[in-house]
C-alpha cells in the first residue's frame, strides 16, 4: 500500500540537542510538507517543498532545518535554537504544488517531547 | 497567521442529528479543503471545493463555498458514533501553500 511513514512515533530528547524527523512516502509524490501541531493552535507550516533539491519556509521556520535529496524524503531536524520544540509533527505530500494544491496525504505524526 | 477560522471551536450532538461547522478565511484562494483528525493521528483529506465552485457533495458530507463571503460551511448528516473527531479547513493560496485552520473538534454522544 503507498502512503507516508513518520518515524518514530514517540521521541524523547534533552535540551539543546537537535534530532531529525524522518518522513519517507512512496506515492510518487513532487511536494512535501512539514506541520507542527500544539493543542488548540491547529496545523502551523513549518518547510514545503515542491521538488527535490528545492525547499521554502513555512510560517515558523525559525529553528528547523530540512533536506529534500531525493523524492520519497523528507527529513526535518528540529535545532536546540527551537524555543519550543515540543509538539507533534506531520509530514504530508502532495501530487504536487501548484495553482490549487491537490489533497495532501499526511502521516501519522511523531510526538516529540523535549525536556 | 491563520487564514482559515473554524467555528464552532467544539460542538456536541446527538447520534443520528446533523452537525455543520464553518470556516472563513482572509486571502483569495484556489481551493479550499476540508480534513479530518482523529485523536492523536494524521489528517484524512475529506472533500476539496475549488474558488469556481459553490457546493459540492460525497457521501453525507455537503460542502458550500461563498467566495464572496470567504467563508465555507461543512455539513455531516446523520452522524454516527465514528464521526467523533477534530474537523480542519485548509486553504490552498496563490504562492502554492495550503493553510490550515484551528479545527473543530465534534463529539457525536450515542
Known amino acids: 500500500d503507498g502512503g507516508i511513514t513518520q518515524s518514530p512515533k514517540y521521541l524523547f530528547r534533552k535540551e539543546g540537542q537537535n534530532v531529525t524527523l524522518s518522513c519517507e512516502q512512496n506515492?510518487?509524490?513532487?511536494?512535501m510538507y512539514w506541520y507542527r501541531q500544539d493543542p488548540g493552535q491547529g496545523l502551523r507550516l513549518i518547510y514545503y517543498?515542491?521538488?527535490?533539491?528545492?525547499?521554502q519556509k513555512g510560517d515558523i521556520a525559525e529553528g528547523y532545518s530540512v533536506s529534500r535529496e531525493k523524492k520519497e524524503s523528507f527529513p526535518l531536524t528540529v535545532t536546540s535554537a527551537q524555543k519550543n520544540p515540543t509538539a507533534f509533527y506531520l509530514c504530508?505530500?502532495?501530487?504536487?504544488?501548484?495553482?490549487?494544491?491537490?489533497?495532501?496525504?499526511f502521516g501519522n505524526g511523531t510526538r516529540l517531547t523535549v525536556t | 497567521s491563520q487564514q482559515g477560522e473554524e467555528d464552532p471551536q467544539a460542538l456536541s450532538i446527538q447520534e443520528g442529528e446533523n452537525a455543520t461547522m464553518n470556516c472563513s478565511y482572509k486571502?483569495?484562494?484556489?481551493?479550499l479543503q476540508w480534513y479530518r483528525q482523529n485523536s492523536g493521528r494524521g489528517l484524512v483529506h475529506l472533500i476539496l471545493?475549488?474558488?469556481?465552485?459553490r457546493e459540492k457533495h460525497s457521501g453525507r458530507l455537503r460542502v458550500t463555498l461563498d467566495t464572496s463571503k470567504k467563508s465555507s460551511s461543512l455539513l455531516i448528516t446523520a452522524s454516527r458514533a465514528a464521526d467523533t473527531a477534530s474537523y480542519f479547513c485548509?486553504?490552498?493560496?496563490?504562492?502554492?501553500?495550503?493553510?490550515f485552520g484551528k479545527g473543530t473538534r465534534l463529539h457525536i454522544l450515542p
Open positions: 486571502t483569495s484562494i484556489n481551493n
Open positions: 504530508a505530500s502532495s501530487l504536487y504544488a501548484g495553482l490549487g494544491v491537490p489533497p495532501l496525504h
Open positions: 517543498s515542491q521538488i527535490v533539491n528545492d525547499f
Open positions: 485548509a486553504t490552498s493560496l496563490r504562492d502554492d501553500k495550503i493553510i
Open positions: 506515492l510518487n509524490h513532487d511536494a
Open positions: 471545493i475549488r474558488s469556481n465552485e
